[in-house]
């Protein structure tokens, strides 16, 4: 081995050796995921409730429920509020009945989850959404005795509400929905929290388990509104925490999974891939044969395309053509200049004209255009290459 090699190889393990150094010390990104458990100090755990839970119920017992309610609740003597917090709950047949006799003889059950239907109860959910994109979305009780004051979130979420409740029975605590930043203005909103009440006891349904999480009752004065749904748990009854159905709780799936979580472990596991690199580099320069050229497969692409549009092009499908380039046109608004096309409205063509640089009445002759075209069952040629011409100077403005 010559000394250039040497040379090359030693700043290449030096870099190696910078790497691992900037690896180890650099912090550790956050962890979004939503996991609901008690134990995660990441934003979307539930480590402040929980240890916040003697606060708010000083007097009461919490016991951590570890089995599946179907087994917990196999002992009739089981009494208290039994509590579930996630983003997703899916009871089968037989647990769901398992904790109706539970609330039937005089118990609470509490969920707080995204999506859930209970045909028992004769209940439904559905997502909300606004088509605004300055909305804001908003939650607030309803009760006279707790404050009306509407709180926010600034993540990203299933706004769900209930499509369907039984307005005979059912107590309406809560509501959700989106305003506008502009104005205020409400665009929509449904139940987001009620009670039910079940035989003795109650069920409870809350369709937005983030207000239970380390960011959001952290954030602002967001502690106050989680304080106030909580507020409806009977103290005098043991809280049952569910810590079963939570999407983040730890399991070990694999011996390279346990391997990976131990920061110990996963940096000897590297440095041993890297050694085994070093001697693949040593070894392979003396034993090596030789490797045959292969030249690389051709890219069609083009010629494909040229292919399909000939094909259209002597059939005289000048309107299959066009559609297509307003599609294309389409969906170079929604990804370049950000802007939804479910409504082409004079507060499309602001926001098109903002982003794009370009007047407002070059962007409102252009859909006029593209009016035309769809009105009609077939376009000539030239009505085609004029659809290309105004599509290519919006893209591309002098």
């Not at 708010?56 to 951590?64: A, G």
């Not at 029975?169 to 139940?191: C, H, P």
């Not at 960011?215 to 103290?235: C, F, G, P, R």
């Not at 794009?356 to 030239?382: C, M, R």
Request: aromatic residues 14%; hydrophobic residues 35%.
């Amino acid at each position: 081995m010559d000394k250039k090699i040497k040379i090359y190889l030693s700043i290449f393990a030096l870099l190696i050796i910078g790497l691992i150094y900037i690896e180890m010390v650099k912090p550790k990104p956050l962890n979004w995921f939503p996991s609901y458990v008690s134990k995660h100090k990441t934003p979307y755990g539930t480590y402040v409730l929980y240890k916040e839970l003697k606060a708010l119920f000083p007097n009461t017992k919490v016991d951590n429920i570890k089995t599946a309610p179907y087994i917990y609740l196999k002992d009739n003597t089981r009494t208290g509020t039994y509590v579930f917090i996630d983003g997703q709950l899916n009871f089968g047949d037989e647990e769901l009945d398992a904790l109706l006799n539970f609330i039937k003889r005089g118990n609470d059950v509490f969920i707080s989850t995204h999506g859930i239907n209970i045909d028992t109860l004769n209940l439904k959910t559905k997502h909300i959404f606004s088509t605004e994109i300055d909305e804001i979305p908003f939650f607030k009780l309803i009760n006279r005795n707790l404050s009306n004051k509407e709180f926010g979130f600034d993540r990203s979420f299933k706004n769900t509400v209930f499509s369907k409740i039984d307005t005979a029975s059912t107590i309406v605590l809560g509501k959700t929905g989106y305003y506008t930043a502009e104005n205020e203005e409400r665009i929509v909103e449904g139940i987001n929290f009620i009670k039910q009440p079940y035989g003795k006891g109650n069920l409870y349904l809350h369709t937005f388990p983030e207000a239970f999480t380390n960011y959001y009752i952290l954030k602002s004065s967001n502690h106050q509104h989680t304080a106030s749904i909580l507020s409806y748990l009977d103290e005098s009854k043991p809280i049952l925490w569910d810590t079963y159905y939570k999407t983040g709780k730890s399991t070990i799936s694999s011996p390279m999974h346990y391997l990976l979580n131990s920061k110990s472990l996963k940096w000897a596991y590297y440095m041993a891939l890297i050694g085994l690199l070093f001697f693949i580099i040593f070894e392979g320069k003396r034993k090596q044969r030789h490797i045959p050229v292969i030249k690389p497969l051709k890219n069609q692409t083009l010629a494909f395309t040229r292919t399909i549009s000939n094909m259209y092009y002597e059939k005289s499908k000048h309107k299959n053509i066009a559609e297509h380039k307003i599609s294309y046109l389409l969906e170079y608004i929604r990804t370049k200049l950000h802007v939804p096309t479910v409504r082409i409205n004079d507060n499309f063509y602001n926001y098109v004209a903002s982003r794009s640089g370009l007047p407002k009445e070059n962007i409102i002759a252009l859909f006029a255009y593209i009016d035309q075209v769809h009105l009609k069952n077939e376009i000539t040629q030239e009505e085609l290459i004029e659809l290309n011409k105004r599509i290519e100077e919006f893209k591309n403005p002098i």
